[in-house]
Nanobody, 116 residues
Framework: QVHLVESGGDLVQPGDSLRLSCVAS????????MYWYRQAPGKEREMVAV????????IYPSAVKGRFTVSRDNSQNTVYLQMNDLTPEDTAVYYC?????????WGPGTQVTVSS
């Protein structure tokens, strides 16, 4: 059974940094790309980072490129999202995601709120 659990969300001020974690289980973690998504109130869920199984290739959309960094520790079955220079527009619930055997799995999400 695939299981994903995010943590690290918090209320922070503009310009602050935050690191999210997602612990995975139930599949061969090192084989699968891992995704981070976010969903703000009233908006569609959007992808903010993806990292391949080996960790040596990543992709970011323009909205977060240069501020967000995704990484993974395959020995700990954990993927991270380092977020710097946060703005109120980054306020959202952040989810990690993986595709296993053609099925998409999501964690419950962690809330990030950026406000002064």
């Amino acid at each position: 059974q695939v299981h994903l659990v995010e943590s690290g969300g918090d209320l922070v001020q503009p310009g602050d940094s935050l690191r999210l974690s997602c612990v995975a289980s139930g599949f061969t973690f090192s084989r699968e790309p891992m995704y981070w998504y976010r969903q703000a109130p009233g908006k569609e869920r959007e992808m903010v980072a993806v990292i391949v199984g080996t960790g040596d290739s990543t992709i970011y959309p323009s909205a977060v490129k240069g501020r967000f960094t995704v990484s993974r520790d395959n020995s700990q079955n954990t993927v991270y999202l380092q977020m710097n220079d946060l703005t109120p527009e980054d306020t959202a619930v952040y989810y990690c995601n993986v595709w296993v055997d053609s099925r998409s799995f999501w964690g419950p999400g962690t809330q990030v709120t950026v406000s002064s």
